[in-house]
Each structure stands twice: as structure tokens, then as C-alpha cells.
């Protein structure tokens, strides 16, 4: 009776943890996973780039869907495109000076353009003025100052031939009926856009040396993806697309819109799209990178003006590293190829903190829970060197920043921004706090940082 009973326990655990394991792509273990993305976690801040002919237009790279346009009507713009000041060079300068440690750039939109010369299309770089491989360019330039190399790679196809509609698609906004759809869809064929991006991502992932991230966009509308408003893993085919990645890059970083959630390592990494700061705390305990713009849009959009402050900008990136995340963020450079001066000015104001500063971002992580945050601060950490980061969000008027709980924990305190030493002691009105004296003026730096040698 005992040993039946065994018996049965076991095999309903069996079902218990079977039902609880998750399909998988591969065969990699967590230990080399994490040995992989080694350098995305301990780097915490890179740059989008998103350039393409919607740069010209500069209302949006959703411009060609938002306004309705036919491939007729957007050819305007690859006639146009003539980036005469297009230098990845200096782009890759000030990335690096701001502080960043890897570049992702559009190497093909929705708009279905290609920044690089592909053998499977004639809407390409090549075809127009410009006559040269920008996307070469960009690798080259981004390498050459040490940073890691990323492409974006748009799923979605607005002018491909064979690519089907969807509620996306630029030609089904006025008129949604499914005898529309029909009409349009006559002669298209997903099989055969799929082979073309499996031809193009084996172009990109073989002709330009080791790539260290691919960010694939996007999978939407679970529910709708069989009526064909929505598309996902299927229309894409990603499970065999996610291997041929993995084929020809190894080592690569691949984010998760793939629609592959089923299987356990069907994404490298979550990408939460301009949440606010509030919303990251959701994250902490996964892997993840949050994509934010200066303004609204992704592409150059010359009249848009709700552009972030040196302040959102850095509690974006001090959120990010708090909760064990990293922060990409984009610029759209102009028609011309050039950053704007909304995004230079904002990308010097990040160099001057992140050089001050930047020990508090790269190799941190969420600080331990036995360490609570001080008031109007947040709190990062370098668990190899055992420092606690104090990032302090207001400047205490009294001079005094207490820390709770402290007590026999901190070995030595200092600003960050130029290693002055900080004197403390245990809190009078509580024994358990440590009381820091600041001194009065406050640092240059938006938000200054003290940092805590731990015990
Ligand atoms: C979105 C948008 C797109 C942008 C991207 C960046 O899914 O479609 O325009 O490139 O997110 O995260």
C-alpha cells in the first residue's frame, strides 16, 4: 500500500514538472547563456539607431502607415535619400563619449528599405544616390571605437511583393473588409518573404564579421494573427529562423519578438518599449533592456518637441541599472545623416554624468535586499567590488544623508564624481542608521552620486 502510494506521488511529480517544462530551441544551460551575455549585462547603456528613407519625410518612420501611402506614393523618398553628412564615425564618437557601449541600427524598417546591399532586392542603398553599403559603413565605424555591433531588422515589410496585410500594413487603413484584404492579398505569398528574410538575415549575419546583437521587430495581435490582422511566429517562420541565427552567429544576442514566449529560450532578452521608470520595477529577476526615445518618435520628426530632460534621461538609465536592466536609446538622425542638436545636446549632458559617473551604471545591478534605499534615492550596485551606489535624487538642504539600517556595513564613503572622501557616523536618533555629512554645495551633477565601500 505505501509503495503504491510512492509510486503514485512520484509519477504525479513527474507530471507536475513535466507540465512545468518549457520547450526549448537549443541546447544550451543557463551557466553558458549567462557566460554569453556577459558583456549586454555588465555594458547597461547602448544606442538605437533608426535611419532609413522616413528620415526625409521627418514625421515618423510609421509615415508611409500613417498617411496611407502606396509604394508609388513613398518613392519620393527613395529618390530623395542623399544623407550628404552621413558619418557612423561621428555618430560612434558620440555614443562612446556618451557613454555607451554598444550600437543598434536599422539595417531595414517597416518601410521595407535596405541600408546594405542585398542580392535580393533593388530597394536598396545602392540603387539611390548614395551608391554605397551604409550598413558596412556603420560596422566599420562602430568596431573601430571599440563598441559592440548591433542590427535591427524589421519583420514587417511594407513594400516587399509578397508580403501579406495585416491591421499594420500602409494600403488596408481606409478600408479594413476582408474583400478588401482579399483583393489586396492576390498574388502574395508568405512563403516567399520568409525565404527572402532568411536570404537577407543570412546575407547580414555573414557579410559583415561578427555581430553581436540582432533586434528583430515585431509580433503582434495573438488573437488576431489568424484572421490575418495580426502576425507572429508562424507568418514569420521563427523557430527555423531563430536557429539559422544562431547558426551563423553563435555567439549573437537576440531580443524577443520572435512571438516565441513557449519556448524557454526562444529570446535572449525582454524589451520593454518606453515605459516609464515606474513600470521597470516589473522586470527585476529577468533579463531586459528598455528602448526609449528623446522624443516620441523613432525616425527623425523635425516638429515633434516633447523631447526628455537631462533628468528623465538619467532616471531612465539609473532606474534601468536599480532594477537589473539595461537602457537603449535612440537617436533618429535627420535626412542629411546627421544627429540633431536636440540629440547632441542631450547625448554631451549624458557624458558629462556618465564620465563622473559611470562607475554606478557598468557591471551594476540592483543592490541586495538587506540594503534598503535612503530617502529620494536610488540604489545600484557592483557586486564584484562590493559597492553600494547612492544615487541621490534630491540634495538634502540639512547636509545630511542617512542611511538605514547601515550600522557596521560601510567600510568607506565617497562622491563618486571626484572620490572625496565622506565622513559618517552612527545616528543619534536611531543606532541601526549611519548619518553622511554632505557638504553644503551640492556637486555639478544632476543627480551626484555617493559611493559605499561595503563591510
Ligand atoms: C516598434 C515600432 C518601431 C520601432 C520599435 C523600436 O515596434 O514598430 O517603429 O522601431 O518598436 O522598439
Given at each position: 500500500m505505501i509503495r503504491k502510494l510512492k509510486l503514485l506521488l512520484i509519477i504525479a511529480g513527474m507530471m507536475v514538472s513535466f507540465a512545468h517544462a518549457q520547450k526549448s530551441i537549443g541546447t544550451e544551460t543557463d551557466a553558458q547563456k549567462q557566460k554569453r551575455?556577459?558583456?549586454?549585462?555588465?555594458?547597461?547603456?547602448?544606442?538605437?539607431?533608426?535611419?532609413?528613407?522616413y528620415s526625409g519625410a521627418a514625421r515618423h518612420e510609421w509615415v508611409k502607415h500613417n498617411e496611407h501611402m502606396s509604394n508609388e506614393q513613398y518613392q519620393k523618398y527613395f529618390d530623395q535619400f542623399n544623407p550628404d553628412y552621413f558619418d557612423p564615425t561621428k555618430w560612434a564618437k558620440e555614443a562612446k563619449a556618451a557613454g555607451m557601449k554598444y550600437v543598434v541600427?536599422?539595417?531595414?524598417?517597416?518601410?521595407?528599405?535596405?541600408?546594405?546591399?542585398?542580392?535580393?532586392?533593388?530597394?536598396?542603398?545602392?540603387?539611390?544616390?548614395?551608391k554605397r553599403d551604409l550598413v558596412r559603413e556603420y560596422v566599420n565605424a562602430v568596431r573601430a571605437q571599440g563598441l559592440k555591433v548591433g542590427f535591427y531588422y524589421s519583420l514587417l515589410d511594407w513594400h516587399h511583393p509578397d508580403y501579406t496585410m495585416d491591421n499594420c500594413h500602409p494600403l488596408v487603413q481606409v478600408d479594413t473588409s476582408k474583400a478588401n484584404y482579399d483583393r489586396l492579398?492576390?498574388?502574395?505569398?508568405m512563403a516567399k518573404y520568409r525565404e527572402y528574410m532568411r536570404n537577407q538575415i543570412t546575407e547580414l549575419l555573414t557579410n559583415y564579421g561578427k555581430i553581436d546583437v540582432l533586434w528583430l521587430d515585431w509580433s503582434w495581435d495573438k488573437k488576431d494573427q489568424k484572421s490575418g490582422h495580426g502576425k507572429g511566429a508562424k507568418d514569420w517562420g521563427s523557430v527555423e529562423l531563430l536557429k539559422l541565427v544562431r547558426k551563423l552567429q553563435p555567439g549573437i544576442i537576440v531580443n524577443n519578438r520572435l512571438d516565441l514566449n513557449e519556448y524557454k529560450d526562444g529570446a535572449d532578452f525582454e524589451t520593454p518599449e518606453q515605459v516609464s521608470t515606474a513600470e521597470l520595477a516589473k522586470y527585476k529577476g529577468k533579463t531586459w533592456e528598455t528602448c526609449q526615445t528623446f522624443s516620441g518618435s523613432w525616425?527623425?520628426?523635425?516638429?515633434?518637441?516633447?523631447?526628455?530632460?537631462?533628468?528623465?534621461?538619467?532616471?531612465?538609465?539609473?532606474?534601468?541599472?536599480?532594477?537589473?536592466?539595461?537602457?537603449?536609446?535612440?537617436?533618429?538622425?535627420?535626412?542629411?545623416?546627421?544627429?540633431?542638436?536636440?540629440?547632441?545636446?542631450?547625448?554631451?549632458?549624458?557624458?558629462?554624468?556618465?564620465?563622473?559617473?559611470?562607475?554606478?551604471?557598468?557591471?551594476?545591478?540592483?543592490?541586495?535586499?538587506?540594503?534598503?534605499?535612503?530617502?529620494?534615492?536610488?540604489?545600484?550596485?557592483?557586486?564584484?567590488?562590493?559597492?553600494?551606489?547612492?544615487?541621490?535624487?534630491?540634495?538634502?538642504?540639512?547636509?545630511?544623508?542617512?542611511?538605514?539600517?547601515?550600522?557596521n556595513k560601510v567600510k568607506y564613503a565617497q562622491f563618486l564624481n571626484d572620490h572625496s572622501e565622506l565622513l559618517y557616523k552612527p545616528s543619534e536618533a536611531n543606532a541601526d542608521d549611519l548619518v553622511v555629512t554632505l557638504p553644503v554645495k551640492k556637486p555639478g551633477y544632476e543627480i551626484p552620486v555617493v559611493e559605499l565601500t561595503l563591510q
Open positions: 551575455m556577459e558583456w549586454w549585462t555588465d555594458s547597461r547603456f547602448g544606442m538605437f539607431i533608426h535611419f532609413g528613407l541600427m536599422t539595417t531595414k524598417h517597416h518601410e521595407g528599405f535596405c541600408l546594405f546591399d542585398s542580392k535580393y532586392t533593388d530597394y536598396k542603398v545602392t540603387n539611390t544616390k548614395v492579398n492576390k498574388g502574395r505569398d525616425g527623425y520628426y523635425r516638429d515633434e518637441n516633447t523631447w526628455k530632460t537631462h533628468r528623465q534621461l538619467l532616471d531612465l538609465l539609473i532606474t534601468s541599472v536599480s532594477n537589473g536592466g539595461n537602457l537603449i536609446l535612440n537617436v533618429g538622425p535627420t535626412g542629411r545623416g546627421e544627429f540633431d542638436y536636440r540629440a547632441t545636446r542631450a547625448l554631451d549632458s549624458l557624458a558629462y554624468w556618465t564620465h563622473a559617473n559611470g562607475s554606478a551604471i557598468y557591471n551594476c545591478t540592483s543592490a541586495p535586499d538587506a540594503y534598503k534605499a535612503p530617502e529620494n534615492t536610488k540604489l545600484t550596485y557592483n557586486k564584484a567590488i562590493n559597492r553600494l551606489y547612492v544615487h541621490l535624487y534630491t540634495y538634502p538642504v540639512d547636509g545630511k544623508l542617512i542611511l538605514p539600517g547601515y550600522k
